[in-house]
């Protein structure tokens, strides 16, 4: 049995009721016995409850302290939960670590996150484009804003591309699982959400200087309406690298949103290679 709270707007609180997407969630995971599952933010203990039986053990971090002491009466019985009191973002892997039964990080990661942190958390979560995430998790399943899932799934072309779509799929494969509308919510958020399921994994050609792959992309998505001749000029001036462009074959008159991930590490490498490195 679950227990009833009071949502808090300050820490992003919608509490998912959809018995369908919950189920969902818990498909996108793959779970199997071995697997070591963090929850972020486990809330009224709805999600907590599906991910118990499937797992080795779940290790749940909860920011609001009112929630933690309900979490711990509602799953006294449980020997395969760890809750954690603490933000996410400030939290240190090792005390993650050494929570975990056999002493090792979690390799799967579930939950329902607060939408005005999404960034921080991924970034928490995958790491950086010249830092990754050095212990990277088997799987991230997250409920996410329809509008941050549209962006980090998005092709090149797309008016949805962003600085955040390149940084996200270098680090990750990603994919929308399932939209979810706001009544499967308590209370319902005013946007549209939808099930993501991130895989970590080394993108198949690297960039030689993830610095430099990284300054590019704030560069060039800087003004989006403008295009990479203009972006880039402070690295790199026109006629060079229409040059380079030509040889990617790339169009001169490119948009960031027009270029894959492939072409953002091939750019970076051959910039990189010409000497174009600060």
């Known amino acids: 049995m679950t227990f009833s709270a009071r949502p808090r707007k300050r820490f992003g609180q919608h509490w998912l009721k959809s018995a369908k997407v919950l189920s969902q969630i818990i498909e996108a995971a793959a779970l199997e016995p071995g697997d070591r599952v963090l929850e972020i933010g486990p809330g009224t203990g709805l999600l907590t409850r599906r991910l118990l039986p499937q797992a080795a053990q779940v ?3 909860e920011i609001d302290r009112d929630l933690i002491d309900k979490l711990q009466r509602q799953f006294a019985a449980a020997d395969n939960l760890c809750l954690l009191a603490g ?73 949805t591309v962003g600085s955040l779509t390149t940084k996200v799929q270098y680090l ?49 998505f800087a003004s989006k309406r403008k295009m990479l001749r203009n972006n880039l000029s402070p690295l790199i001036e026109r006629s060079p690298l229409g040059d ?35």
């Open 59 to 61: 290790i749940a971090v």
């Open 244 to 278: 380079l462009l030509t040889t990617l074959e790339i169009a001169d008159t490119a948009r960031a949103e027009d270029l894959s991930v492939s072409d953002w590490v091939a750019l970076s490498n051959k910039m990189l290679e010409e000497g174009y490195s600060s």
């Open 87 to 159: 933000d996410i973002l400030q939290l240190d892997w090792q005390t993650v670590a050494t929570a975990a039964a056999d002493g090792q990080l979690p390799n799967k990661v579930v939950a329902n996150i607060p939408y005005y942190i999404t960034g921080p958390i991924l970034e928490r979560l995958l790491g950086t484009i010249a830092h990754p995430n050095p212990h990277p998790f088997e799987a991230i399943v997250l409920l996410v804003q329809q509008e941050i899932a549209d962006r980090l799934c998005a092709s090149p072309g797309s008016k």
């Open 172 to 220: 990750a494969a990603c994919e929308i699982i399932c939209p979810v509308p706001p009544k499967a919510f308590q209370p319902p958020p005013k946007v549209s959400s939808a099930v993501i399921r991130l895989r970590p994994r080394p993108f198949p050609t690297v960039a030689q200087s993830p610095a430099l792959l990284a300054k590019l992309l704030k560069l060039g």
